[in-house]
């Protein structure tokens, strides 16, 4: 059974940090990419970030340089280090991953806030 828990989201200042955190369990890890997506209040569900089996990171244009996505294969767990937060970044953020022949599998989500 394919299981991702979010954690590591909360409050943060304009101009913060936080780390995300995805932990899995239920499929072979490093065989697959990983991704990031988020959803703000009224909007539709963004992809923010993925990275490949191999390790090469995709952002989108509006995180690029301030959102770094890695993975720790051992741990099998993905990240999502966010600095320089602005207020449009406040969203329910959600691990992802599609997982052949089972398909597609989504956190619980965990909410940032960011706010002065």
């Known amino acids: 059974q394919v299981q991702l828990v979010e954690s590591g989201g909360g409050l943060a200042q304009p101009g913060g940090s936080l780390r995300l955190s995805c932990t899995t369990s239920?499929?072979?890890?490093?065989?697959?990419?990983m991704a990031w997506h988020r959803q703000a209040p009224g909007k539709q569900r963004e992809l923010v970030a993925f990275?490949?089996?191999?390790?090469?990171?995709n952002y989108a244009d509006s995180v690029t340089g301030r959102f770094t996505i890695s993975r720790d294969n051992d741990e099998k767990t993905v990240y999502l280090q966010m600095n320089n937060l602005k207020v449009e970044d406040t969203a329910i953020y959600f691990c992802?991953?599609?997982?052949?022949?089972?398909?597609?599998?989504w956190g619980q989500g965990t909410q940032v806030t960011v706010s002065s």
């Open positions: 992802h991953v599609n997982v052949y022949p089972t398909g597609e599998h």
């Open positions: 239920g499929f072979t890890f490093r065989r697959f990419a």
């Open positions: 990275i490949t089996s191999a390790g090469e990171a």
